[in-house]
C-alpha cells in the first residue's frame, strides 16, 4: 500500500507488516534515528526489532513509513491488537519507557503531514492510541496535524535531573544531605569499588549477572515479574549487544575485591540517558555502600562532555529517587480517530482512563488518611525497634 499526503507529494507513505522486511530496514533505521532530535532509545532499531522478536504476534505488525526520494524521513512503529476492539498502538509495550514516532528534523513538518496520512491510512476504522509519549516528542505533530478526533491525557510520571556532573547534583540538595552523600562516596572509594564499561563481546555473560544481581536484590520484596521471563532476557541479550556497539546503550559493572558486586544498564540517545535497570548483591547493603549514590556518580561522569542534556530515572515515583531533587514530568497519551466509526471507543478510553485516575487517586487518599489516623492514635513508641527508642 502505498498513500501520498495533500500538499507533499514527493512524500509517499507504505505500511511495512512483514517481519524480515523490517528487520531489513535497521541501517536506514538507525540514519532516521540520529536526524530526529526528539528521538529517545527506546525508539532505536535494536530495541524495536528485538521487542518485536520476544513480544510480536504474527500478522499484527504495522510499521508505516514515509520516504522522501526513497530516503527514509518519518516512521510510526505500531502494531494492530484488539481490546477487545481494533486499535494501532505503539511497538514496546510495559517493558518501553517512551514511545514516539520518528520525524527527520530537516522536514519535522512535511514528514508529520505525510505519516499522518499514512497511518490514517494504515488504521482504516481502529483507534489509534499512542502512550507514554515523552513531552515534546515527534508524536506531538501527529495529534496538532490529525484532521479526525482527537484527544490527549497525561500519562505515566518520570523523574528528570539535568546531565551535569556529580558536584552540581549535589548542589540540588540541602547542605545536610549533601554532606551525607559525599560521606558515603568517600566510603564507597576506601572500600575500593571499581566501575568499567562493558564491551560489547561481553555483554551476554554481563547481562547474565545483572539479571542474577536484580533477582537476589529483590528477593521477597515483589521484583518485576516480567524480569524473571526468559524472553526478556532474550529481548535484552538481542537488543543491548547492538545498542553497546552503535553507542545506544552502556552497560557498567562494578566490582568489589575482584566479584561484580552490581551491575546497571543504561540507555541513550543523543540528547538523554536514561538508567533502565540494576542489579546490586545484598553484601553491599551488609557494607554499607549506598547503591544509588554509586550509581548517580557513574551516571554524572558517563555524561560529562556527552552532549546529553537530560539523565532521566524513567517511569516511577520511587522514594529513592526523590532523593535528588528530581523534575518530575509527565508522559503523553493521545488517543486519535479516523472517523465516526471509531469515535465512540476513542471516548470510552478517555472516560475510562479519566475515571480510574480519579479512583486511584481517591483511594491513595483513603490510605494516606488511615496511616495519619493511625500514627495519630498510637503511643509514641509502638513501632519502633529497641533502637530507636530514647533513653530513659
Given at each position: 500500500m502505498t498513500v501520498t499526503a495533500p500538499g507533499t507529494t514527493a512524500l509517499v507513505g507504505e505500511v511495512c507488516t512483514d517481519t524480515g522486511r523490517f528487520a531489513g530496514l535497521a541501517p536506514e533505521w538507525r540514519g532516521l534515528h540520529g536526524r530526529c532530535r526528539?528521538?529517545?532509545?527506546?525508539?532505536?532499531?535494536?530495541?524495536?526489532?528485538?521487542?518485536?522478536?520476544?513480544?510480536?504476534?504474527?500478522g499484527r505488525l504495522r510499521v508505516v513509513l514515509v520516504r522522501r526520494g526513497g530516503e527514509l524521513v518519518a516512521a510510526a512503529p505500531l502494531m494492530l491488537v484488539f481490546r477487545p476492539f481494533r486499535t494501532l498502538v505503539p511497538l514496546g509495550g510495559p517493558i518501553t519507557d517512551f514511545t514516539d514516532v520518528l520525524l527527520d528534523d530537516s522536514c519535522r513538518q512535511e514528514a508529520a503531514r505525510a505519516l499522518v496520512a499514512a497511518v490514517r491510512e494504515a488504521a482504516g476504522g481502529a483507534l489509534v492510541d499512542l502512550r507514554e509519549v515523552r513531552p515534546g516528542g515527534a508524536a506531538e505533530l501527529l495529534h496538532t496535524q490529525w484532521p479526525g478526533i482527537r484527544a490527549s491525557l497525561a500519562d505515566s510520571a518520570c523523574l528528570e535531573l539535568p546531565a551535569a556532573p556529580m558536584d552540581a547534583l549535589l548542589a540540588r540538595l540541602?547542605?545536610?544531605?549533601?554532606?551525607?552523600?559525599?560521606?558515603?562516596?568517600?566510603?564507597?572509594?576506601?572500600?575500593?569499588?571499581?566501575?568499567?564499561?562493558?564491551?560489547?563481546?561481553?555483554?551476554?555473560?554481563?547481562?547474565?549477572?545483572?539479571?542474577?544481581?536484580?533477582?537476589?536484590?529483590w528477593r521477597g520484596r515483589g521484583v518485576t515479574r516480567e524480569h524473571l521471563r526468559p524472553r526478556f532476557a532474550e529481548h535484552l541479550d538481542r537488543s543491548v549487544r547492538l545498542m553497546v556497539a552503535q553507542e545506544e546503550a552502556v552497560l557498567t559493572e562494578f566490582r568489589l575485591e575482584g566479584t561484580v558486586v552490581a551491575a546497571e544498564l543504561t540507555l541513550q540517545s543523543p540528547t538523554l540517558a536514561?538508567?533502565?535497570?540494576?542489579?546490586?548483591?545484598?553484601?553491599?547493603?551488609?557494607?554499607?555502600?549506598?547503591?544509588?549514590?554509586?550509581?548517580?556518580?557513574?551516571?554524572?561522569?558517563?555524561?560529562?562532555?556527552?552532549?546529553?542534556?537530560?539523565?532521566?530515572?524513567?517511569?516511577?515515583?520511587?522514594?529513592?529517587?526523590?532523593?535528588?531533587?528530581?523534575?518530575?514530568?509527565?508522559?503523553?497519551?493521545?488517543?486519535?480517530?479516523?472517523?465516526?466509526?471509531?469515535?465512540?471507543?476513542?471516548?470510552?478510553?478517555?472516560?475510562?482512563?479519566?475515571?480510574?485516575?480519579?479512583?486511584?487517586a481517591y483511594v491513595r487518599e483513603l490510605r494516606a488518611g488511615r496511616q495519619t489516623v493511625a500514627t495519630s492514635t498510637s503511643s509514641p513508641l509502638e513501632g519502633r525497634s529497641p533502637s530507636e527508642r530514647p533513653a530513659k
Open positions: 526528539t528521538a529517545t532509545p527506546f525508539q532505536s532499531h535494536a530495541w524495536l526489532h528485538s521487542w518485536w522478536t520476544s513480544y510480536g504476534v504474527t540541602a547542605a545536610k544531605p549533601a554532606q551525607r552523600v559525599r560521606a558515603k562516596l568517600r566510603r564507597i572509594d576506601t572500600l575500593g569499588v571499581d566501575e568499567r564499561a562493558v564491551p560489547p563481546e561481553e555483554v551476554p555473560a554481563a547481562l547474565d549477572s545483572l539479571l542474577t544481581l536484580h533477582r537476589l536484590q536514561g538508567g533502565y535497570l540494576y542489579g546490586a548483591h545484598p553484601r553491599l547493603r551488609e557494607r554499607k555502600v549506598d547503591v544509588a549514590a554509586m550509581l548517580m556518580r557513574a551516571s554524572a561522569r558517563r555524561l560529562d562532555g556527552s552532549g546529553r542534556a537530560v539523565l532521566s530515572m524513567l517511569r516511577g515515583n520511587e522514594p529513592y529517587k526523590h532523593h535528588w531533587r528530581p523534575d518530575t514530568i509527565r508522559n503523553q497519551r493521545f488517543l486519535l480517530a479516523r472517523g465516526t466509526r471509531a469515535a465512540p471507543l476513542l471516548w470510552w478510553c478517555t472516560g475510562y482512563a479519566r475515571a480510574r485516575r480519579r479512583a486511584v
